[in-house]
């Protein structure tokens, strides 16, 4: 049996007031689910600048500072794949998010809004971290 391959990821929580940015992800492997901007790191780029290109392709947004929040390990769409997510939070600049790349819908959205959506537990767990920090 082949070894999983571990692809590096990243996302962004960008928070605004007590909301955080979401999209609703357009293709798999979480088609249809609202998860924090985010996808693949590009061979070259650092963290912080996938983090950052991620952000601008899937909602137009910049970001102030990126902080590491968490780093997890998710299970891909087939068993030869894994990820190892780097979460980031920072601080909404300014704009209004438009849905670009693979998102079909962007906003933010308090966490009761949240637990309306359709999205994975730890999304929802990071935004109540997030949440509960001093901005």
Do not use: C, N, W
């Amino acid at each position: 049996m082949t070894a999983p391959v571990l692809v590096p990821a990243v996302s962004i929580a960008l928070r605004r007031g007590e909301r955080l940015l979401l999209v609703k992800r357009g293709r798999a492997p979480a088609m249809g689910l609202y998860a924090f901007p985010g996808g693949r790191v590009e061979h070259g780029e650092t963290l912080e600048e996938a983090a950052r290109r991620e952000l601008k392709e899937e909602t137009g947004l910049s970001a102030a500072a990126l902080e590491v929040h968490a780093e997890l390990v998710l299970e891909g769409a087939t068993p030869q794949t894994t990820y190892h997510l780097t979460v980031f939070r920072a601080l909404h600049v300014d704009g209004e998010p438009i849905p670009g790349d693979d998102a079909t819908a962007a906003g933010f959205f308090t966490l009761s809004e949240m637990a309306d959506l359709p999205m994975t537990a730890s999304t929802l767990s990071a935004a109540r971290i997030i949440l509960s920090l001093p901005r």
